[in-house]
Structure formats: C-alpha cells, structure tokens
C-alpha cells in the first residue's frame, strides 16, 4: 500500500461527508437535523485525524499548531510546510 492510494481513500470518504452534507440541507429544520449536522462534523474531524494517523505511519511530519494535526509536506531538504496552515519548520532528519 503506498500514501498516494491512502490519500485517494480519504478523498473519496471527504467527498462522501460533503454529498451528506448537501443532502442534510433537505431536512426540515429541527432537534434531528442539529442531531445530523453534530454527527457529520463528527465524522469529518476523524477523517482529518485518521489522515494525520496515517501520515505520522508514513514518518511525514506533523504540525501541531492545531487540532486536528496538518500533515507537513518537504518543500526544500530537511525544511517542511504544513498543509493546513502554512506554518515552515525546519527538522533534522
Ligand atoms: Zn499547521
């Protein structure tokens, strides 16, 4: 298994949480649709944490400048950028 079919995966179960999201927009107004609209949050926040998950399993860096954590792509040797905010560290390797 290599990141980028990892990656691919999340993509498809973001665009699920999404396609729920605009489905959500039908409902009526109500205790059930704030019941649906925590759930789908829920459901996207762990998506974001299972894809930092598996990229600390990938050894890629990780920003903890927020939650749930960014993962940090190389822009340049032992220098990395976090995909989330932009935040560049400098590691060693
Ligand atoms: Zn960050």
Same mark, same amino acid.
């Given at each position: 298994?290599? #990141?980028? =079919?990892?990656? !691919? ?5 973001? %665009?699920?949480?999404?396609?729920? *999201?605009?489905? &959500?927009?039908? #409902?009526? =107004?109500?205790? !059930? ?5 925590? %759930?789908?949050?829920?459901?996207? *926040?762990?998506? &974001? ?6 990229? !600390? ?37």
């Amino acid at each position: 298994m290599d #990141i980028d =079919s990892l990656t !691919k995966g999340i993509g498809l179960v973001s %665009n699920t949480i999404t396609t729920l *999201k605009k489905l &959500k927009e039908l #409902i009526p =107004s109500g205790d !059930k649709k704030q019941d649906i609209e925590q %759930n789908l949050e829920e459901a996207e *926040k762990n998506i &974001k944490i299972a894809e930092a998950e598996i990229a !600390k399993g990938f050894n890629f860096q990780l920003c903890y400048r927020h939650f749930p954590p960014g993962i940090m792509l190389e822009i340049a040797p032992f220098k990395s950028k976090c995909n989330t905010c932009g935040n560049v560290e400098d590691y060693d390797s």
